[in-house]
């Protein structure tokens, strides 16, 4: 069973970092692309903020090009994504994911419903 155990959120001003960590277990972790998603509510779109590919390619969504990272281990079967120069926008729960990396970059579901079974996700809050 593939499980996704995700740490690393908190409370932060504008401004301030956090760095988030996903450990993965249940899977072949260095034969995956992996990437971080976030939702605001358990309701609201679900946006892809980053991925990295097997071969080390990264992406990142518009609102976060320039101050988040997104980062592997494989020897720890860990993925990360440091966030710098946080912003109230950025506050949601976010999900890390492993998989295809084309259909990473192609979900559009709730991620709320699809991924909380496997991981509880971590909270970001940032107050201004």
């Known amino acids: 069973e593939v499980q996704l155990k995700e740490s690393g959120g908190g409370s932060v001003q504008a401004g301030g970092s956090l760095r988030l960590s996903c450990t993965a277990s249940g899977l072949s972790f260095a034969a995956n692309s992996m990437a971080w998603f976030r939702q605001a509510g358990p309701n609201d779109e679900c946006e892809l903020v980053s991925?990295?590919?097997?071969?080390?390619?990264?992406s990142y969504a518009d609102s976060v090009k320039g101050r988040f990272t997104i980062s592997r281990d494989n020897a720890k079967n860990t993925v990360f994504l440091t966030m710098n120069s946080l912003q109230r926008e950025d506050t949601a729960v976010y999900y890390c994911?492993?998989?295809?990396?084309?259909?990473?970059?192609?979900?559009?579901?709730?991620?709320?419903?699809?991924?909380?079974?496997r991981g509880q996700g971590t909270q970001v809050t940032v107050s201004s």
């Open positions: 994911a492993a998989g295809d990396l084309g259909a990473l970059r192609a979900y559009s579901g709730n991620c709320y419903e699809d991924f909380s079974a």
């Open positions: 991925s990295l590919s097997v071969s080390g390619s990264t």
